[in-house]
């Protein structure tokens, strides 16, 4: 009977927001959900956007279904965006692109293909990762294990350490990577060391699986945000690749993306999509159109595609400056000799403070800043005008 069923722990992620809007302390500032504010901390819809749907208006277009797969047009663009228009992948079809709902929706979809086609592999994880991504392995029935990637001490990459734990896990697991912007930290590997995790993976015969959330919203630039993927994809391997729209184009509520089976043969693929089909028609029949035509008018279209980079810059360049103003005001303010170089090292719209559980709560309780209990916090929820606060509740927070 439902009588019986407990109440369930509110989301680590979201329900920080639900407490930031219960509290009425006018300094309140909520660092907690990875979504884009402007400089007056309001929700921001892209020019492109606006402009996409006008044209979407216009047309006067129906809403009759889309097929299983989604939006031809959607999943044609969001591939060529993805890899290069002119990489080989793309030019042998060897891509299977089935649209998703949104990042979420398609790593599930992902995870309910290696559920049926690989039982008993075992995906590893990041060590810390996006805390979805455990729900999502757990609920697809899909066995998982972490791998090192943070150091405490140094609040970078323990790289030694992931490299270790990826040769030592058993051969043809699928090793999860953030393809840009790694979430929570923030610490990417260098291009050196992609090689050197791409040659561990390929000797091992593991599957790399991207989850790519944030390309051209990292570095301003599309193509470097790819160059990860990219490098995979030129040597020849067969890659998962999650994309989303909810932050680069800001269409968070659209759920908007798509998963992408890279195979060896156009053939593979061909059969990999009809499977991803036949795995989602029961979950949820077929994926919502809105968002799709707003990526595929904004993509195709010469002009506003070349306004969308212009405003991505602006979005990555407004998350830059106050990353460089926060790191100014922590030198300013700290008097311990702590060095908080980090905080630049650190990409994307997330910063790891290296705050503890304690520290991260003596933020809200005192301080009234709304972040994860994992020292996480959004930088693209920060204004210039904040950036001073915040030093002073990060200084007292650590030194308390
Ligand atoms: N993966 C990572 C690493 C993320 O940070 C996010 C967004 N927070 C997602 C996937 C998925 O987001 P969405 O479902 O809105 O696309």
């Known amino acids: 009977r439902f009588e019986n ?3 369930a722990p509110p989301d680590p992620i979201l329900g920080v927001s639900e ?3 219960a509290d009425t302390h006018e300094m309140k500032l909520n660092l907690g959900v990875g979504a884009y504010r402007t400089e007056d901390l309001q929700p921001y819809v892209l020019n492109v956007v606006k402009k996409a749907e006008n044209l979407m208006l216009e047309r006067g277009e129906n809403k009759e279904y889309l097929p299983i797969e989604g939006l031809a047009a959607f999943n044609k663009v969001t591939a060529e965006l993805l890899f290069g228009a002119e990489n080989s992948v793309i030019l042998q079809h060897r891509v299977a692109t089935v649209q998703g709902l949104s990042g979420t929706g398609s790593l599930r979809l992902a995870a309910a293909l290696i559920e049926r086609y690989f039982p008993g592999a075992k995906v590893i994880i990041s060590s810390p990762t996006w805390g979805n991504h455990k729900n999502i392995f757990n609920d697809a029935r899909v066995p998982w294990s972490e791998y090192r990637y943070y150091d405490p001490n140094t609040v970078g990459l323990d790289f030694d350490g992931m490299i270790a734990d990826v ?3 058993p051969e043809g697991s699928f090793v999860l990577l953030h393809g840009c912007a790694h979430n929570p930290t923030g610490i990417d590997p260098t291009p050196e060391q992609w090689k050197i995790i791409a040659d561990v993976i390929q000797e091992k015969k593991h599957i790399p699986f991207f989850d790519v959330a944030y390309q051209g919203f990292a570095s301003g630039s599309l193509d470097e945000d790819a160059s990860s993927v990219r490098l995979f994809a030129d040597r020849g391997m067969e890659i998962l690749v999650a994309q989303s729209y909810s ?3 800001g269409l ?3 759920r908007i993306g798509a998963i992408n089976v890279v195979c060896s043969t156009a053939d593979t693929a061909a059969r990999v999509k009809s499977q991803l089909k036949r795995l989602a028609r029961p979950m949820y029949s077929n994926p919502p159109v809105h968002g799709a035509r ?5 993509v195709g279209n010469p002009e506003l595609f070349r306004e969308w980079k212009e405003e991505m810059e602006l979005m990555a360049g407004r998350i830059k400056s106050v990353r460089q103003k926060l790191y100014d005001s922590l030198c300013a303010k700290d008097k311990s000799g702590k060095d908080w170089s980090f905080i630049l090292q650190q990409i994307g719209m997330f910063s790891f403070t290296g705050l503890n559980k304690a520290q991260s709560e003596n933020m809200t ?5 709304y972040m994860t209990k994992d020292g996480r916090i959004s930088l693209a929820g920060l204004s210039s005008a904040k950036c001073e606060y915040l030093a002073d ?3 007292d927070s650590y030194h308390n």
């Open 19 to 21: 407490a930031f809007r």
């Open 365 to 369: 309780n005192k301080w009234h800043v």
């Open 294 to 298: 707003i990526v595929s008018n904004v």
């Open 5 to 7: 069923i407990t109440m």
């Open 393 to 395: 509740a990060i200084v």
């Open 247 to 249: 932050k680069n184009l």
């Open 252 to 254: 968070y509520a659209e």
């Open 167 to 169: 040769k030592a896990a």
